[in-house]
């Protein structure tokens, strides 16, 4: 069975830091681009960062640049997500998909999603 597990998610005080993390099992992730999405309360799922099969990475959100950073280790078969001086805006389910070729900010072009896993930013 193909798929992709998140974790890492929580409840994290503004000015904090998490790591999330994206796992495949059923297929290997160094022949896929990866992408991180996340989807708030009443707000539709947009793109946040992605990394292709090179290595190298974009992001789809100006507001997480210098902030969130996305990295993989294709041994492990797992994609992360650093977010380091989290906001209360950046609440939300986030989830990983992988893509065959190469990264795209459309969502609806992703072969395989997980399950999403929750982050809320609160004091």
């Known amino acids: 069975q193909l798929q992709l597990v998140e974790s890492g998610g929580g409840l994290v005080q503004p000015g904090g830091s998490l790591r999330l993390s994206c796992v495949a099992s059923g297929f290997t992730l160094d022949g896929y681009a990866i992408g991180w999405f996340r989807q708030a309360p009443g707000k539709e799922r947009e793109g946040v960062v992605c990394i292709a099969r090179s290595g190298w990475s974009i992001n789809f959100a100006d507001s997480v640049k210098g902030r969130f950073t996305i990295s993989r280790d294709n041994a492990k078969n797992t994609v992360y997500l650093q977010m380091n001086s989290l906001k209360p805006e950046d609440t939300a389910i986030y989830y990983c998909?992988?893509?065959?070729?190469?990264?795209?900010?459309?969502?609806?072009?992703?072969?395989?999603w997980g399950q999403g896993t929750q982050v809320t930013v609160s004091s």
């Open positions: 998909a992988a893509r065959a070729t190469f990264c795209r900010r459309n969502d609806t072009s992703y072969d395989y």
